[in-house]
């Protein structure tokens, strides 16, 4: 059963760093899109930024670019979100979000459509001083 796992969210100072995990389990992470994204309190779920396991090819929102950082692990099966300079407005549920639909990955990756196929349960990410 496809499986996945986020962690690595907490409390940490405007200004400070994070790195989010998403553990995959009853699946490898080659040839799927890794998403993660993000939900504040009454606001919608956004796209924040997406891998391509295939090629590594990496997708970003304009809103964190040169802040977040995408990574994968292999050995570990596991895909990173490194966040530095954390804003206050960055406070939200963190979910990571696999699909092995490669041929929808400008939906997926750059329109940022929440169709995928599998989905975390969530790290909470506060930035608060």
């Known amino acids: 059963q496809l499986q996945l796992v986020e962690s690595g969210g907490g409390l940490v100072q405007p200004g400070g760093s994070l790195r989010l995990s998403c553990a995959a389990s009853?699946?490898?992470?080659?040839?799927?899109?890794i998403g993660w994204f993000r939900q504040a309190p009454g606001k919608e779920r956004e796209g924040v930024s997406c891998?391509?396991?295939?090629?590594?090819?990496?997708y970003y929102a304009d809103s964190v670019k040169g802040r977040f950082t995408i990574s994968r692990d292999n050995t570990k099966n596991t895909v990173y979100l490194q966040i530095d300079s954390l804003k206050p407005e960055d406070t939200a549920v963190y979910y990571c979000?696999?699909?092995?639909?490669?041929?929808?990955?400008?939906?997926?990756?750059?329109?940022?459509?929440?169709?995928?196929?599998?989905w975390g349960q969530g790290t909470q990410v506060t930035v608060s001083s």
């Open positions: 979000a696999a699909d092995s639909r490669l041929g929808q990955l400008f939906r997926l990756c750059v329109l940022w459509d929440l169709d995928f196929g599998s």
């Open positions: 009853g699946f490898t992470l080659d040839y799927y899109a």
């Open positions: 891998i391509s396991t295939n090629d590594d090819s990496t």
